[in-house]
């Protein structure tokens, strides 16, 4: 029988375990035996509670947060193995272990606050492969050149200023297009998974977030093109993915400019992908429903291919000072047919800051805050009214519609050399589109080890 506290216990030390063995490696020099072997290792850890107290619901539906107080845990750890092969080319692994579940079991939010959770009932511990692929750098000028550091799922390397980039294998789209240094790691940055990642943006992935594909980035000073193509799930959310890329996939292209502004660093990435699966219309399982053919409106297991989803992204960060840096984002997609992958988000926009403790003499430490909206298209409204159920949310009907409100404030301190905590706190006003539920407060605490 699963016991959550004894498996997050075992997480913590095997974590604390190889946090002492990675510390004293740098005592004896290991670093510098193995800085230029070719190598590249690191691991985290990460274990998230999250609870919320009783909150006002007149009505539930299958998939409703319950009205009532609750508390879940979550536990990630995640190896990172690289490994340099021929000239301008390494291949990476990360073998990686995921337990737990969110609040609600991941239903009723559409903007999540926990992106470490998945939507998956299980919450036994598993082991899986995240992500093993293989990146090739094509040099395009010989007389410049950077050096890229050692870091997860980086090798120490030299590569050109200008370059080609390509990468194929299993990986999260993510890892490449609509990046933020700013909001986009619930491990370590803000936890809602409006916040890790441009609501509106479907990309594609499994239910643990990871998919087969491709990604070429043409790399200039000051600015990068990427262009990516991956495998969409065989059902909406599901574990599995399908292989028949001539019928279904996903095509990403995103343009990144990075830029100085009085001397600050700044970055805009203009963002659009195009989806083809099996994901139902709305209108048309509303239709089925009312002429009786199909009472169940089943937008999560679609069965032609050929329907599409497309949307666009603007993703913006700026540094102002050396404590304080800046984020936006900006999403819409057309809503037409059922989510296939991310969040049943149709169109979002949010903001926030990020304030670090150099003027309280805590360098490491820092505080957030950001603010989120997001909404959904008039057809994805009339099924969710219609007593329709996507894979996240759906309260059995929804007489009054209002867009789905979010604000998070957290703080992160660094205790250790290789831990961090963070205390955080959102508030949910509308969840799930909903106003006659919430609001909801939802309280975190999260532990972070990564070296």
């Not at 909150?55 to 409703?64: E, V």
């Not at 505080?367 to 949310?393: P, W």
Request: with cysteine; proline share 4%.
């Amino acid at each position: 029988m699963y016991k959550r506290p004894c498996f997050v216990a075992a997480h913590i030390l095997l974590a604390f375990f190889l946090t002492i063995l990675q510390t004293s490696a740098q005592s004896n020099g290991a670093d510098e035996l193995l800085k230029d072997s070719g190598w590249s290792y690191h691991f985290q850890f990460t274990g998230i509670v999250q609870g919320h107290p009783t909150f006002h619901a007149p009505y539930n539906g299958q998939n409703s947060l319950k009205p009532e107080h609750e508390r879940a845990y979550s536990v990630t750890s995640t190896a990172y193995l690289g490994r340099r092969l021929w000239k301008g080319a390494a291949i990476y692994f990360n073998p990686e272990m995921a337990g737990g579940k969110g609040i609600g079991s991941t239903l009723g939010i559409a903007g999540f606050p926990n992106g470490e959770t998945f939507r998956i009932g299980n919450p036994e511990p598993t082991v899986y492969v995240a992500r093993i692929f293989l990146r090739q750098h094509i040099s395009l000028d010989k007389d410049h050149f950077e050096d890229l550091m050692n870091d997860a799922n980086q090798v120490t390397e030299r590569v050109s200023t200008s370059r080609i980039t390509l990468t194929a294998g299993k990986f999260s789209v993510g890892d490449f297009f609509d990046n933020s240094s700013i909001s986009h790691d619930p491990r370590s940055d803000f936890m809602n998974w409006a916040f890790m990642n441009n609501g509106a943006y479907d990309y594609a992935a499994n239910t643990r977030g990871y998919t087969y594909g491709f990604v070429a980035e043409y790399v200039r000073p000051g600015w990068t093109l990427r262009l990516g193509t991956a495998l969409e799930p065989t059902f909406s959310n599901g574990p599995e993915l399908d292989w028949h890329y001539t019928h279904t996939n996903s095509e990403n292209l995103e343009l990144e400019k990075r830029y100085s502004l009085h001397g600050h660093k700044g970055t805009i990435r203009l963002l659009t992908f195009y989806n083809v699966n099996k994901g139902p219309k709305y209108q048309q399982a509303i239709a089925t429903k009312q002429n009786g053919t199909d009472t169940s409106m089943d937008v999560i297991y679609g069965k032609e291919y050929g329907n599409k989803k497309y949307g666009f992204g603007i993703n913006a960060e700026q540094e102002f000072s050396n404590i304080v840096s800046a984020f936006f984002r900006l999403g819409w997609n057309d809503g037409k047919n059922a989510t296939w992958a991310f969040a049943e988000i149709d169109n979002t926009i949010s903001g926030g800051i990020r304030i670090y403790g150099n003027n309280w003499k805590r360098s490491s430490d820092n505080i957030g805050v950001a603010l989120l909206s997001n909404g959904i298209s008039k057809d994805h409204r009339d099924f969710l009214a219609a007593g329709g159920y996507g894979f996240m949310i759906g309260d059995g009907q929804l007489p009054h519609y209002s867009r789905e409100n979010i604000a998070e404030l957290f703080y992160q301190c660094k205790l250790f050399y290789n831990l961090w905590i963070t205390l955080d706190y959102q508030f949910v006003d509308h969840p799930a589109y909903n106003q006659d539920r919430g609001p909801v407060h939802v309280f975190s605490g999260r532990a972070h080890i990564e070296f």
